[in-house]
């Protein structure tokens, strides 16, 4: 890819780009009783709509030294305990988590004029659930996984994959690759789930289940 200035035109595009949203709405009285069952939902409409890669979520964690950072992972699982990701538990986010559980994540579903946002904590799920996640893994993924230590610097693309070919290697005669013990799932606990539609004129719905006990309780926010 070059790196020529962009022309003013385009930037200025990019930057003033104004959308007034659209006419659909959430109402309180359409909301599920729960925030997984809303999110499920939502979800399900995003695939249908296609749009790309609907279960990308930016995650944002606090660092040992108190600073936050971000970055995009895949939903791999939902339910009534939380929402799974699969990470190196040694990368940046691992060792974040690890040392404060905090976390928060975004799914942008901007085509449609929404956002989930999610507040919780991230705990490892059971060794049995990232066994038989990184079991159903393509080899490639599995063989990459052993050979990145995430989020550390190496000295080169070369050097990269040559840890590829020893890993290769290493499993040539292993029927399956096992899972690294460094690499696993979180599990995303939330304590509070934002679902935002965008609605004309910048007067958005917003409405936020809170966890009450065993049970949950919805606000609207406003816009
Ligand atoms: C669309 C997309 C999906 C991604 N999914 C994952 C994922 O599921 N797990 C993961 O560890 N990294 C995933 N990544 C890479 C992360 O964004 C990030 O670069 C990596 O996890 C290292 O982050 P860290 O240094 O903050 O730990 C994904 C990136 C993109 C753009």
Do not use: C
Not at 8 to 13: G, I, R
Not at 159 to 172: G, I, N, Y
């Amino acid at each position: 890819m070059s790196h020529d200035a962009v022309p003013d035109p385009l930037l200025e595009k990019a930057l003033r780009t104004h959308t007034d949203y659209g006419q659909e709405q959430l109402e309180e009285h359409e909301l599920a009783g729960d925030p997984f069952t809303q999110f499920t939902a939502w979800l399900a409409e995003a695939a249908e709509h296609k749009v790309y890669e609907p279960n990308a979520m930016v995650i944002g964690t606090i660092d040992p030294d108190g600073r936050p950072s971000s970055r995009t992972v895949l939903l791999r699982g939902v339910d009534e305990r939380g929402f799974a990701f699969y990470t190196d538990y040694t990368s940046r986010k691992g060792r974040a988590l690890i040392a404060n559980p905090g976390i928060s994540a975004v799914f942008p579903w901007y085509p449609l004029h929404r956002q989930v946002l999610i507040y919780g904590e991230a705990h490892k799920v059971d060794e049995a659930d990232s066994n038989d996640y990184f079991s159903n893994r393509p080899r490639g993924a599995q063989i990459a996984a052993w050979s990145s230590d995430q989020s550390h610097p190496i000295d080169g693309r070369d050097a990269l994959e040559q840890k590829v070919r020893d890993t290769e290697q290493h499993f040539a005669e292993a029927e399956t690759v096992p899972r690294p013990e460094r690499w696993g799932g979180f599990r995303i606990v939330p304590d509070r789930v934002e679902f935002w539609q965008g609605r004309t004129s910048r007067l958005h719905d917003r409405l936020v289940f809170e966890r009450r006990g065993s049970g949950w309780a919805v606000t609207r926010l406003q816009p």
